[in-house]
């Protein structure tokens, strides 16, 4: 296999991925989320390595759910336990697992720029598991996966992402991709927390929630800088999606929200498993979709 191909199976974003490439990667995912054998061993004898320079939950236990159901040998890196303490860099700590063979890196990491530069170093397959601000593309294929399942297709859709823009991956993700597929993206933000260099338009809240897909965002606290958010009830006030607006969005529509959750900040606590959230389906569509991630960079 030449470097070209190798790098060609990693997913460092959803920027520069073709519509076409994207779509095989939603069909491949409704096939792993329709076959009934729980494990397969479809990528027997891979190693993957799930190296996490920054917290997570989901994106985390997906990929290894993922990796599992398709028979490969599962390694966990947590920066926390690791020679990273010591002071070893990202790319040492990333060549050190290379060099022990592992035939797939899952990343995600709190600089933004740097997956590219190892992408350029490292030989076997990189998957971008969210990097800083810029991208989390497995989150918005699982998201526009969705979207596709709620409503057929994605094509004409309306998409109102509202929340901290600025800090979120997610909305960039998303953004990129929804846009090939001819779905019309809004934003809703405060003014502090919009990322005016994006190409879309911001629009009110009662804008927003008249959307079909109405997505909220986690305010990022800990990548502000003080002061950013004055207080928590404020939000909710004026960008928060409250029970009462809710109740305004259409009987079509549904709620997503990648999580981890505010409750009762950008979201109340009632919406989160309301009849129109999909937040705990967009869950459970990750283990699919990352299948279809982890098997095109290994076969
Ligand atoms: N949505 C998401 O990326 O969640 P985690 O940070 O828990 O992985």
Redesign the pocket.
């Known amino acids: 296999m030449t470097i070209t191909k190798l790098k060609q199976r990693s997913l460092l974003g959803l920027k520069d991925l073709s519509k076409e490439e994207i779509e095989s990667i939603l069909d491949r995912a409704a096939y792993w989320e329709n076959h009934p054998v729980k494990v397969q061993s479809t990528v027997q004898g891979k190693f993957a390595a799930n190296m996490f320079f920054e917290?997570?939950?989901?994106?985390?236990f997906s990929f290894e759910v993922a990796e599992k159901r398709l028979g490969a040998e599962v390694l966990n890196f947590s920066s926390a336990v690791s020679s990273v303490q010591k002071g070893e860099s990202i790319y040492d700590t990333v060549r050190t697992l290379e060099s022990m063979g592992i035939d797939v890196g899952v990343i995600r990491l709190k600089p933004i720029g740097v997956l590219a530069e190892l992408a350029e170093k490292i030989q076997v397959p990189l998957i971008n598991a969210?990097d800083g601000n810029n991208e989390?593309p497995t989150?918005a294929l699982l998201d526009m996966y969705t979207m596709r399942k709620q409503f057929g297709e994605l094509k004409g859709l309306t998409v109102a992402i509202v929340g901290d823009v600025l800090h979120s991956r997610?909305a960039r993700s998303n953004l990129w991709a929804l846009r090939k597929f001819g779905v019309n993206v809004k934003f809703c933000s405060p003014p502090n927390m919009q990322a005016l260099e994006l190409d879309v338009p911001y629009v009110s809240m009662e804008e927003a929630l008249q959307a079909d897909v109405v997505m909220m965002l986690r305010v990022q606290l800990e990548r502000h800088e003080s002061g950013m958010l004055s207080s928590a009830e404020g939000y909710r006030e004026h960008y928060g999606l409250t029970a009462e607006r809710a109740a305004t969005i259409a009987s079509h529509a549904i709620i997503m929200h990648?999580?981890?959750i505010n409750r009762n900040v950008e979201i109340d606590d009632e919406l989160v498993e309301h009849p129109q959230s999909r937040i705990f389906t967009q869950m459970a569509n990750g283990v699919p979709v990352r299948m279809a991630v982890i098997e095109r960079a290994l076969s």
């Open positions: 917290n997570s939950t989901r994106t985390r969210g989390h989150q997610v990648p999580a981890p």
